[in-house]
């Protein structure tokens, strides 16, 4: 099924809330966040635009390769990403740098809008943002570089709720966020 609002007008007007997951990298003496499978840097207070990278990356001679298009694409693979929570920390504790050492790995929740697409992992959208991020208060991979809390403290720069969560395993950390979003007892 897909929610491409191409031509129409959308029947809501919020924007989809997903989790992903994100690499903390340091640029300028900051903490930022990565994305997972591409070298882009979320800039904080800056809504992340997506564009069509395949014709770029693919190896593929000039005839084989698609048509530059705005992102999401229909035929293409193209978007940022989000999904469900467990499938966010299956991708978390898989998470490896390309080119830098990162700070952290982290997850959170994030805001799709614009042109958005269901897919079967979750949705692909052509505008995001974070709303919430989620910094696991013990490292999910090898000795953090810099102490935990800085790097939550240094994401605040995002202007958004950052959180240190009591977690150093991705059970562990959904657990705590699950038990965070049940419904209390009455």
Do not use: Q
């Not at 940022?80 to 929740?109: F, H, I, M, Q, S």
């Not at 958005?116 to 505008?127: I, L, P």
């Not at 013990?138 to 995002?158: N, Q």
């Amino acid at each position: 099924m897909s929610l491409a609002f191409e031509h129409t007008a959308p029947d809501f007007i919020e924007p989809v809330l997903g989790w992903r997951a994100w690499l903390v990298v340091e640029r300028n003496g900051a903490p930022r966040l990565r994305s997972l499978f591409v070298p882009t840097i979320w800039r904080p207070r800056a809504e992340l635009v997506a564009e069509c990278l395949c014709p770029r990356v693919l190896p593929l001679p000039r005839v084989l390769r698609r048509p530059r298009h705005d992102a999401p694409g229909r035929r293409c693979e193209c978007g940022v990403y989000a999904t469900d929570l467990k499938t966010t920390l299956r991708y978390l504790r898989n998470a490896r740098g390309l080119d830098d050492r990162p700070l952290a790995r982290v997850l959170g929740r994030v805001s799709l809008w614009g042109t958005v697409v269901e897919c079967d992992r979750g949705w692909r959208a052509s505008h995001a943002y974070p709303a919430e991020i989620v910094v696991p208060a013990r490292s999910l991979g090898g000795d953090p570089v810099v102490p935990l809390e800085e790097v939550a403290l240094g994401l605040s720069d995002y202007g958004v709720a950052v959180r240190l969560v009591e977690a150093g395993r991705p059970k562990e950390l959904l657990e705590a966020l699950a038990s965070e979003r049940a419904p209390e007892a009455a």
